[in-house]
């Protein structure tokens, strides 16, 4: 069977699986002073989180808040990861049936969820083949629980209504399953720090507002270098959230001295 082989490994995130692990501890352990355990009984409130996807060294510490929340909050059944699809390789929105490999282990792809999609969500191999978006996200789930499920999902057409039929295809295809969504975006690319937080906090006030077209309206009207926010809106809106919580905000200047710097933000939706 194909399986999706590692693109980023080496590169993003480290390439062996015990130096991927002690890459992620190293990031609870100096960002946030402890190491999570999965909570196998937790209160399973948590239905979105918003994560970035850049290499570990920039955007882990805040990625690390957003799992963190997760471990204490217990485990779904299976995982939904939207990124954006940076290639813009293949179909306009696509899946892929084809399990993923990370230095961690295999990651299987839930087939009884994506066998219930199709109407727009694609079944596409090609825009997965490369694309870092989803990739970087599973080792920080495998860290906690290596025996876990996921659906994959890159968007290459982002605007509001394609993110929203998008979430209706998610919706029909999660019933009866507990899923936690994860919208995999970075926020402002390459301006200065304060242009960065200036305009990214204007646009995590829509997410904190549940407000998916706003999302849209902000970045569009702003003009805000969020390559992302096709997935938070998707997010949003098939998850069915009562409120949302910014968990962590930080950019990549925070790391290493630098002029134009790229935005990161870790967010829980629950219910």
């Known amino acids: 069977m194909a399986m999706r082989q590692p693109a980023v490994a080496g590169k993003f995130y480290p390439r062996t699986g015990g130096q991927v692990r002690g890459e992620i501890d190293h990031l609870y352990d100096a960002y946030l002073g402890r190491r999570?355990?999965?909570?196998?009984?937790?209160?399973?409130?948590?239905?979105?989180?918003?994560?970035?996807?850049?290499?570990?060294?920039?955007?882990?510490?805040?990625?690390?808040?957003?799992?963190?929340?997760?471990?204490?909050?217990?485990?779904?059944?299976?995982?939904?990861?939207?990124?954006?699809?940076?290639?813009?390789?293949?179909?306009?929105?696509?899946?892929?049936?084809e399990d993923f490999e990370t230095p961690m282990g295999r990651v299987r792809v839930d087939k009884e969820i994506v066998g219930r999609m199709g109407r727009l969500i694609a079944d596409d191999p090609m825009p997965h083949r490369y694309e870092h978006s989803i990739e970087v996200q599973l080792p920080f789930i495998q860290y906690m629980n290596k025996d876990v499920t996921f659906v994959p999902i890159a968007m290459a057409a982002q605007d509001h209504e394609t993110a929203a039929e998008v979430a209706e295809e998610i919706k029909k295809a999660c019933q009866g399953r507990d899923a936690v969504i994860i919208a995999s975006s970075d926020f402002s690319h390459y301006v200065p720090a304060p242009v960065a937080e200036r305009q990214d906090r204007s646009v995590i006030d829509r997410i904190l507002a549940l407000d998916a077209e706003g999302v849209y309206d902000t970045v569009i009207r702003k003009n805000v270098s969020m390559c992302g926010y096709g997935p938070v809106m998707a997010m949003l809106l098939a998850s069915g959230g009562t409120r949302a919580e910014l968990l962590k905000y930080g950019t990549s200047g925070d790391v290493s001295p630098m002029e134009e710097v790229v935005g990161y933000a870790a967010i829980k939706v629950v219910r």
């Open 36 to 97: 999570p355990v999965l909570n196998e009984n937790g209160p399973r409130n948590i239905v979105g989180l918003v994560v970035p996807h850049a290499g570990y060294v920039y955007s882990g510490p805040v990625a690390a808040h957003a799992y963190a929340a997760l471990a204490e909050d217990g485990f779904p059944e299976t995982f939904i990861v939207i990124g954006p699809n940076h290639s813009g390789m293949g179909s306009p929105v696509a899946m892929t049936t």
